[in-house]
């Protein structure tokens, strides 16, 4: 059976390129960044390289790129650090949205069980953060405004330049959970007024364990870990040169094919939107333009999502009903009851995810399994048959 895995917003393939650059790092070239000797040096060598190229991708400084774990370590430093700099001179208010990537949101109710204020703007039916809502919600007191770039699970995408142009003439610090997006979206960091953005490598064809927390000059940030002298003297512990190395050429590579690859999947999703659509009792969640090209997300109505992704993984699909970080949960997804969903629309919710190594013979075969499933799930749902018998009302 055939493998088709639509699951790319949880990880990503690592790229053949990726592998052949990262091998060397394991058996030949395996010295410590920090060591003195010739292999300690070449591998030094080989990570101020791959800071250098990844700065290249962002348009930004060498000495802007902090090397970290993930994309949670990157946003846990960076709202920690923008929260400690702000209680330090009386400002502990926080703006974040409702539906955030928990690694914000927890470390956001971290601070706000301290005594820090939190706003948590809505995100209306579409998915989008109104500007006029973040406009409002600034005061004198505002610390930090963290906002992520591209949502996870239904893939919107927030109006970020018009924040960053908003925090920077009010004096707050604006962090982005760029995750999602950087090696999908065209990213600038010269023209996008940031002070901080986190990314994570396995999200485009990159390793997993490897990230970036970006650092404008200029802006104060606390140590994360202490120990050695590593990053610049603010994350203590010895570099994963293979996955930096990694890392970069996976970025080289997405920068590189960005308009190809975003073209050939927003085709792709396109014709799932358009043929899922056909499915009645069933709707499109978060805008259906304003999204990364590859990110298909909709609801079916009288059905549990967790029975589609079994049966579809059956068939040989890989997908899922939202983040990979809450999978374990019974509760449903946050950020759909954010757009207004009820609990049981959000319980029947599929996304699909693609990536530059899908084929349209995968979109047409899912298209098939789950036109398939959703019917066969409705044929013994109790609550899909109170719906057509009349019941209870349809909600969509």
């Given at each position: ?87 330090r ?7 974040t ?5 928990h ?12 005594g ?6 809505p995100?209306y039916?579409?998915?989008?953060v ?12 505002t ?12 893939g ?16 707050v610090?604006?962090?982005?959970d760029?995750v ?10 010269q ?10 490598a ?20 606390e ?22 190395v990694?890392?970069a ?6 920068c590189k ?6 073209e ?15 499915i ?23 059905i ?46 599929l ?20 036109k ?25």
């Amino acid at each position: 059976m055939k493998t088709i895995y639509l699951d790319n917003a949880g990880t990503t393939q690592m790229s053949p390129e990726v592998k052949k650059a990262m091998l060397p790092f394991f058996d030949e070239e395996y010295g410590n960044a920090s060591s003195l000797h010739f292999l300690g040096q070449q591998a030094r060598e080989k990570l101020e390289e791959a800071r250098g190229q990844i700065a290249k991708c962002l348009n930004c400084l060498p000495e802007e790129i902090f090397f970290t774990s993930g994309g949670s370590e990157s946003d846990n430093w960076a709202i920690t650090s923008a929260c400690r700099e702000g209680e330090r001179r009386g400002k502990k208010h926080i703006i974040t949205s409702a539906f955030e990537h928990h690694a914000v949101l927890n470390t956001v109710k971290r601070f706000e069980r301290e005594g820090f204020k939190v706003t948590y703007l809505p995100v209306y039916e579409n998915g989008i953060v109104k500007v006029e809502d973040l406009k409002n919600a600034l005061t004198d007191d505002t610390a930090l405004v963290t906002i992520m770039y591209a949502n996870n699970e239904i893939g919107t995408l927030q109006p970020v330049e018009d924040i960053a142009k908003i925090c920077k003439e009010r004096g707050v610090i604006f962090h982005c959970d760029a995750v999602q997006a950087v090696g999908h979206v065209e990213i600038d960091l010269q023209k996008l007024n940031v002070d901080m953005l986190s990314i994570s490598a396995h999200k485009f064809h990159g390793p997993k364990g490897v990230g970036v927390l970006f650092k404008r000059k200029g802006k104060r940030i606390e140590s994360f870990i202490l120990g050695g002298t590593q990053e610049m003297n603010k994350r203590a512990g010895t570099e994963n040169v293979a996955g930096c190395v990694g890392m970069a050429v996976a970025l080289q590579e997405a920068c590189k094919n960005l308009k190809e690859d975003n073209e050939r999947e927003r085709k792709l999703r396109d014709k799932l939107f358009d043929e899922l659509s056909k499915i009645p009792h069933s709707r499109i969640n978060g805008d259906r333009t304003n999204r990364l090209s590859n990110n298909f997300n909709m609801s079916f109505e009288g059905i549990e999502g967790e029975g589609l992704i079994l049966l579809l993984s059956d068939s040989g699909i890989c997908s899922s009903s939202g983040s990979a970080c809450t999978s374990g949960s019974l509760d449903p997804s946050h950020v759909l009851l954010s757009i207004g969903l009820i609990h049981d629309v959000a319980h029947g919710s599929l996304r699909l995810t693609l990536s530059k190594y899908n084929t349209e013979e995968d979109i047409d075969f899912t298209i098939k399994e789950v036109k398939r499933i959703v019917e066969y799930l409705r044929s013994f749902s109790p609550l899909w048959k109170d719906y057509e018998k009349g019941v209870k009302n349809h909600v969509i």
